[in-house]
């Protein structure tokens, strides 16, 4: 069980275009979903904090008109980089949280790495 | 700002022998305590969680907490070369359900 997927799992896009991530909690119901990027060598970094039928919660110096989230029902949250550069090709990877207490495990999708020219 | 750190390695422990990963802590109202292994290329996997000073044990792993000390780790019995992974603390200091903070990682590997 706790099986999250996340689509596309690689993506090589031209600069300025615009690139939709998928996270899907595949059997069962996630209130709260996380994105996370990981650059080269470093640890991950929480984006944004997900929660559905509501606004995302954005890190500090995470830009969000950039990063667009969407959290459209129970299973599926969706990330949006709008207007990509070289600098935003990363490891994206979203996890799924099955409640809100402090033992509660995020689970990872295997990750989409993003590669922009 | 919160911060969890570890030794990046290269940590390198011959097959059979015991590898010892620490990490510790900045916020000192952390709640929970995880271990991810991370293959290259790969998202985390979690290999245990503790929330509770001691220690917490599953299979081969065992996880120590001391939150006195804001510090805890990963032993690793038995050692296996696909062991061999990065492994990464995180740490949730709770408020909600808020995100995991993770460390660096630290880069084992398991010498046959």
């Known amino acids: 069980g706790a099986v999250v997927s996340q689509h596309p799992s690689w993506v090589i896009c031209k600069s300025g275009t615009s690139v939709k991530i998928e996270c899907r909690s595949l059997d069962f119901q996630a209130t709260t979903m996380f994105w996370y990027r990981q650059f080269p060598k470093q640890s991950l970094m929480l984006m944004a904090t997900?929660?559905?039928?509501?606004?995302?919660?954005?890190e500090q110096g995470v830009e969000k008109d950039k990063f667009l989230i969407n959290h459209a029902s129970l299973t599926l949250s969706t990330l949006t980089v709008t207007s990509a550069h070289p600098e935003d090709s990363s490891f994206y990877i979203c996890s799924a949280c099955l409640g809100q207490g402090p033992t509660d495990t995020q689970y990872f999708g295997p990750g989409t790495r993003l590669t922009v020219l | 700002q919160k911060e969890v750190e570890q030794n990046s390695g290269p940590l390198s422990v011959p097959e059979g022998a015991i590898a010892s990963l620490n990490c510790t802590y900045s916020d000192r109202g952390s709640q929970s305590f995880f271990w991810y292994r991370q293959y290259s290329g790969k998202s985390p996997e979690l290999i245990m969680f503790?929330?509770?000073?001691g220690d917490k044990e599953d299979g081969r792993f065992t996880a120590q907490l001391n939150k006195a000390s804001q510090y805890v780790s990963l032993l690793i019995r038995d050692s296996q070369p696909s062991d061999s992974a990065t492994y990464l603390c995180a740490v949730y200091s709770g408020g909600g359900a808020d995100g995991l903070t993770f460390g660096k990682g630290t880069h084992l590997i398991i010498q046959p």
């Open positions: 997900s929660n559905e039928g509501s606004k995302a919660t954005y």
């Open positions: 503790i929330y509770s000073n």
